[in-house]
């Protein structure tokens, strides 16, 4: 909503190859996906999850794409989850 028409349609317009860089991922990683997501088809959180080593993947219910609009809490919920548990993982406690 804050860009121009001419900056909306270059945004829409770009995509990005990731496929080859996925498997070189070595950090913990999260994938969470709306089932019904507006933007970007459920099926491609799946993919990136599954060719990401040790990814979690974590469908969340509901179509908006970004986090910050609808139910945020399913978002937040499973990140200060997964931060929690590789924080305690790096520092070897309980």
Same mark, same amino acid.
């Not at 099926?43 to 993947?57: D, L, M, S, T, V």
């Not at 179509?63 to 990140?79: A, K, N, R």
């Given at each position: 909503?804050? #860009? &121009?028409?001419?900056?909306?349609?270059? *945004?829409?317009?770009?995509?990005? /190859?990731?496929?080859? #860089?996925?498997?070189?991922?070595?950090?913990?990683? *999260?994938?969470?996906?709306?089932? /019904?997501?507006?933007?970007?088809? %459920? @099926? #491609?959180?799946?993919?990136?999850?599954?060719?990401?080593?040790?990814?979690? %993947?974590? $469908?969340? @219910?509901?179509? $908006?794409?970004? $986090?910050?609009?609808?139910?945020?809490?399913? =978002? *937040? &919920?499973? =990140?200060?989850?997964?931060?929690?548990?590789?924080?305690?993982?790096?520092?070897?406690? #309980?």
């Amino acid at each position: 909503m804050a #860009a &121009t028409v001419e900056m909306q349609e270059h *945004l829409e317009a770009m995509s990005f /190859d990731v496929q080859g #860089a996925l498997a070189e991922i070595r950090t913990p990683t *999260l994938v969470l996906h709306r089932r /019904d997501d507006q933007l970007a088809r %459920f @099926e #491609a959180g799946q993919h990136y999850a599954r060719r990401i080593p040790g990814a979690r %993947f974590v $469908p969340l @219910e509901g179509e $908006p794409h970004h $986090p910050w609009i609808g139910d945020c809490q399913s =978002v *937040l &919920t499973p =990140v200060l989850e997964f931060i929690c548990q590789h924080d305690q993982t790096r520092t070897g406690a #309980a």
